[in-house]
């Protein structure tokens, strides 16, 4: 048992009650049978999590209305986070009736969500293509009008953010006081109605070079207004938030999953996720993390750190635990000579510290990797 709060965050890929056997058995008798199985799984996953930490869960449609309702119950509903659609088969599923599944889910619940450490946001997200504005000094920009375009923000319900600059929209300097050449601005909305600015007066005053006063064409007729100079760089590393759809081509499918584990140990098993759709996860929690995987597998979480530590210098440590349930007769995995799913994980996370680095330990025969 681990101790309580030990864990930073959770992710985990638990059987999904398919009624199919793959290199392990993924049978229950109903999803009252499978829920079962799961809470106090999930309870345990709860117990050691850090007051600020999160749990990510991968399930499909065979469950996920049932885990949903878990989730809520173990974890409470006030700390939802997020019902992503993860895009893991592009082409669909061609057997069986009905349509082409192409998704399946990652459910996303905090501890506590006002402690919570997660940002829904990734540097991996920002597209270089939203600054196409190039300063004299090389930097990489685009204007953001320092107008609040948002019309809940008004010179009522934010009255201190009323009030006039002073620019000059042949050289673009803005001041909050006048100067020669410029004219008083206020901010006002496409239609002429008062607004507010986004920056308060003591901030244009720390910050008057990333303003720029320019001229623009609205409905009108062309009127002085005031940007802001938005760059690509910035202190503390920019970041986007992340949609809740997760598209094959970002983060990896079942396909390159299968490549990815084949290069390592071959093809022993049959459905394992994408290291890119973990260090997604990762990207959003600090880089000193301690993650826990109770369902390994096939030990994709374990390589999922040591990617992201390679890639960003991170201390990132894994735990991952797997059941020595034995693996389906005949299977690949068996054929292969790993006679239990932790075989497989141990084979894998092994390869992994040969190849990537970063160490491995086990501990009974659960593999941890660092």
Request: charged share 25%.
């Amino acid at each position: 048992m681990l101790p309580p709060g030990s864990v930073d965050v959770v992710y985990t890929d638990p059987p999904y009650n398919t009624g199919n056997d793959f290199a392990y058995a993924d049978r229950f008798r109903d999803h009252a049978a499978w829920t079962a199985m799961m809470r106090p799984r999930l309870a345990v996953m709860r117990e050691a999590l850090a007051e600020h930490g999160a749990i990510f869960v991968s399930i499909d449609d065979n469950e996920v209305a049932h885990l949903r309702l878990l989730m809520d119950e173990v974890l409470g509903e006030a700390n939802f986070l997020a019902q992503i659609v993860v895009n893991l088969n592009p082409k669909g599923r061609q057997l069986g009736r009905g349509f082409a599944t192409s998704h399946e889910y990652v459910l996303a619940y905090a501890r506590h969500l006002p402690s919570c450490v997660v940002e829904g946001s990734s540097t991996e997200a920002v597209d270089e293509g939203d600054f196409p504005l190039t300063s004299p000094d090389g930097r990489r920009f685009r204007y953001l009008p320092l107008r609040n375009t948002n019309k809940k923000f008004n010179p009522v319900t934010a009255p201190t953010l009323h009030f006039e600059l002073y620019g000059d929209p042949v050289t673009g300097r803005v001041a909050t006081t006048s100067f020669d050449g410029s004219r008083a601005l206020t901010p006002v909305f496409g239609d002429g109605r008062p607004a507010v600015w986004r920056w308060s007066r003591r901030k244009v005053d720390e910050r008057p070079d990333d303003l720029e006063c320019r001229v623009i064409r609205g409905r009108t007729g062309e009127r002085a207004d005031v940007f802001q100079r938005d760059w690509l760089e910035r202190e503390g590393g920019r970041r986007k938030k992340l949609r809740t759809i997760w598209l094959a081509e970002e983060i990896g499918s079942t396909d390159t999953a299968v490549a990815e584990l084949k290069a390592l140990v071959g093809h022993v098993f049959e459905s394992p996720k994408p290291t890119g759709l973990v260090r997604r996860i990762l990207s959003t929690v600090p880089a000193d993390a301690v993650v826990l995987d109770p369902f390994a597998g096939s030990g994709t979480t374990g390589h999922a750190v040591a990617l992201a530590n390679v890639a960003d210098g991170g201390t990132r440590r894994c735990i991952s635990i797997n059941s020595t349930e034995p693996t389906r007769t005949g299977s690949n995995a068996q054929l292969a000579g790993l006679a239990t799913v932790a075989d497989i994980t141990r084979a894998r996370l092994a390869a992994v510290a040969e190849t990537v680095g970063g160490g491995l330990e086990v501990v009974g025969k659960s593999p941890d990797i660092r």
